[in-house]
């Protein structure tokens, strides 16, 4: 490949913070809060227009679907996005659980209104490309944005990009699998036009479990107690329209999820389309991958129309702003979480938050129906040979089972906090991140209502 020599330059120190954190998904927008919550001054980067991350960027609005009567939670600042949602008009019941099914618009004034209210300085639509170091210590980083390249210093910086963009740069060791093993990617979308009440008579008449997530394409394991249980799988309108060749014949990945259905005749949060091979951290994966989505979402509209009762007349209210990635980098951590963990119930003495026994990924399906929960580590959040730098939601440190429960969104709401917390603890007490007293962040944590034990 031909080369060119970038010249160096000097740019503008626009802002200085206590605690940076870069990327405002659920990791990020509880990091931030949690920081500020905790009184040091907090500063929220964002590459887009709106703070959410997934929720709001993608449209992924199943915050808790696993929650049934005898799930034991984490409470703290993912709970309160469910109730704050609810309280701003941005929430609905969902439909498989007992849960508030986020509504990824509306959710961008609830963020804005967290972040407002928490007192964190926002920057929205820069992007973070270089971290900015003294040896192996990170101190800041530089945005690009319409105003160029900028510096922005901090006294720790927390990395919620998703994909450990900071951690990776600063040179932290990360790991990212294969392509071909990486989760798939989906372009979201949302309908309008439905017939809600044809809809859910066939819904009723036809109801869907979670065992039919296993026939055709997938294979998934369950613990058994999941499989009688109602899932809002759709799978018969695409098998139809592959043998009447609306689909061809060999796409046979979709199928999948709706999310909520509205009296005003939306369809929001569908999960149907699933695009293997695609590299989050690779901007031609992304583009290719973005267009062949749109294709296929229009693809599973128009089988819907024609082989779904009640879709008659639905039509494309918008996909999400980009395509939704679930998988790439994570970091190699000061402590690495297995399976065995989050099969397992585990228990850290560092916890920094509990999460229900939800597996979802990699082909498992493990639901929290019957109240077990595992600890959440804090040193998973640190990475190995970087100081000053926390990792949250779903780049922290674990294995391919442990990230199926990690990544899910109220857990990244976990790690995001906990790292708040310890990063305006260890700036308190003068201490660097791997050597905080962990009671102290525990106390804050519980002063902020999470559950940690
Ligand atoms: C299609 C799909 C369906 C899913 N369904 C569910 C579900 O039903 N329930 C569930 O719990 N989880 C679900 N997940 C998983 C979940 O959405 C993610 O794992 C979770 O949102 C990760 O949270 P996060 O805070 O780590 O990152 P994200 O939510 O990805 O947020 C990262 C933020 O960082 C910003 N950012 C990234 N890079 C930069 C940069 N360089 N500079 C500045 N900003 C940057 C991004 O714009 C984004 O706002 C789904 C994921 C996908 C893709």
């Not at 405002?24 to 809060?33: F, K, T, V």
């Not at 900071?166 to 309008?192: D, I, N």
């Not at 992304?286 to 267009?291: N, S, V």
């Not at 639901?367 to 730098?389: A, E, F, W």
């Given at each position: 490949?031909?080369?060119?020599?970038?010249?160096?330059?000097?740019?503008?120190?626009?802002?200085?913070?206590?605690?940076?954190v870069?990327?405002?998904?659920?990791?990020?927008?509880?990091?931030?809060?949690?920081?500020?919550?905790?009184g040091v001054?907090?500063?929220?980067?964002?590459?887009?227009?709106c703070?959410g991350?997934?929720?709001?960027?993608?449209?992924?609005?199943?915050?808790?679907?696993?929650?049934?009567?005898q799930?034991?939670?984490?409470?703290?600042?993912?709970r309160?996005?469910e109730?704050?949602?609810?309280?701003?008009?941005?929430?609905?019941?969902?439909?498989?659980?007992?849960?508030?099914?986020?509504?990824?618009?509306?959710?961008?004034?609830?963020?804005?209104?967290?972040?407002?209210?928490a007192?964190?300085?926002?920057?929205?639509?820069?992007?973070?490309?270089?971290?900015?170091?003294?040896?192996?210590?990170?101190?800041?980083?530089?945005?690009?944005?319409?105003?160029?390249?900028?510096?922005?210093?901090?006294?720790?910086?927390?990395?919620?990009?998703?994909?450990?963009?900071?951690?990776?740069?600063?040179?932290?060791?990360?790991?990212?699998?294969?392509?071909?093993?990486?989760?798939?990617?989906?372009?979201?979308?949302?309908?309008?036009?439905?017939?809600?009440?044809?809809f859910?008579?066939?819904?009723?008449?036809?109801?869907?479990?979670?065992a039919?997530?296993?026939?055709?394409e997938w294979?998934?394991?369950?613990?058994?107690?999941?499989?009688?249980?109602?899932?809002?799988?759709?799978?018969?309108?695409?098998?139809?329209?592959?043998?009447?060749?609306?689909?061809?014949?060999?796409?046979?990945?979709?199928?999948?999820?709706?999310?909520?259905?509205?009296?005003?005749?939306?369809?929001?949060?569908?999960?149907?389309v699933?695009?293997?091979?695609?590299?989050g951290?690779?901007?031609?994966d992304?583009?290719?991958?973005?267009?062949e989505?749109?294709?296929?979402?229009?693809?599973?509209?128009?089988?819907?129309?024609?082989?779904?009762?009640?879709?008659?007349?639905?039509?494309?209210?918008?996909?999400?702003?980009?395509?939704?990635?679930?998988?790439?980098?994570?970091?190699?951590?000061?402590?690495?979480?297995?399976?065995?963990?989050?099969?397992?119930q585990?228990?850290?003495?560092?916890?920094?938050?509990?999460?229900p026994?939800?597996?979802?990924?990699?082909?498992?399906?493990?639901?929290?129906?019957?109240?077990?929960?595992?600890?959440?580590?804090?040193?998973?959040?640190?990475?190995?040979?970087?100081?000053?730098?926390?990792?949250v939601g779903r780049?922290?440190?674990?294995?391919?089972?442990?990230?199926?429960?990690?990544?899910?969104?109220?857990c990244?709401?976990?790690?995001?906090?906990?790292?708040?917390?310890?990063?305006?603890?260890?700036?308190?007490?003068?201490?660097?991140?791997?050597?905080?007293n962990?009671?102290?962040?525990?106390?804050?944590?519980?002063?902020q209502?999470?559950?940690?034990?």
């Open positions: 490949m031909r080369r060119f020599a970038e010249p160096a330059q000097e740019i503008d120190i626009i802002h200085e913070t206590d605690v940076l870069v990327g405002s998904g659920p990791g990020g927008l509880a990091a931030a809060l949690s920081a500020s919550r905790a001054k907090t500063t929220l980067v964002e590459r887009f227009g703070f991350g997934n929720i709001t960027t993608v449209g992924v609005e199943g915050f808790a679907w696993y929650r049934h009567e799930t034991v939670e984490a409470n703290g600042i993912g309160e996005f109730e704050r949602a609810k309280d701003m008009g941005a929430a609905v019941p969902e439909s498989q659980s007992l849960s508030y099914e986020l509504d990824s618009e509306g959710f961008k004034l609830v963020a804005d209104k967290l972040v407002q209210e007192g964190i300085h926002p920057m929205l639509h820069r992007m973070f490309v270089k971290p900015i170091m003294q040896g192996n210590k990170i101190v800041g980083i530089i945005t690009e944005s319409k105003a160029g390249r900028e510096a922005l210093l901090a006294r720790i910086v927390i990395d919620a990009t998703g994909d450990a963009d900071v951690a990776y740069r600063a040179g932290a060791p990360t790991t990212k699998p294969p392509k071909e093993a990486l989760q798939a990617a989906s372009v979201m979308f949302h309908c309008a036009g439905l017939d809600k009440a044809k859910m008579e066939d819904v009723k008449a036809n109801p869907q479990t979670y039919d997530w296993s026939t055709g294979s998934v394991e369950t613990d058994g107690k999941e499989d009688k249980m109602f899932s809002p799988f759709l799978k018969r309108p695409f098998e139809q329209a592959r043998i009447n060749g609306l689909i061809p014949a060999d796409l046979s990945t979709i199928s999948g999820t709706w999310g909520a259905v509205h009296d005003t005749g939306e369809m929001t949060y569908m999960n149907l699933h695009l293997a091979g695609c590299d951290t690779d901007p031609d992304l583009t290719h991958f973005e267009i989505g749109r294709k296929q979402a229009m693809l599973a509209i128009e089988a819907l129309r024609k082989y779904a009762p009640g879709c008659e007349a639905i039509r494309l209210r918008n996909f999400g702003m980009t395509i939704g990635i679930r998988d790439t980098r994570k970091i190699d951590a000061h402590y690495n979480m297995q399976e065995n963990d989050v099969r397992h585990a228990r850290f003495d560092d916890s920094i938050g509990i999460y026994e939800f597996i979802d990924g990699y082909g498992i399906l493990i639901l929290p129906t019957t109240g077990r929960y595992m600890h959440i580590p804090y040193r998973s959040l640190i990475p190995k040979l970087v100081k000053g730098l926390l990792v780049a922290t440190g674990g294995d391919k089972v442990a990230h199926a429960a990690t990544r899910n969104m109220a990244c709401a976990v790690s995001g906090q906990g790292a708040g917390v310890a990063a305006a603890v260890a700036l308190k007490y003068s201490r660097d991140l791997e050597e905080i962990i009671s102290l962040v525990q106390n804050e944590l519980l002063r209502g999470v559950r940690i034990n």
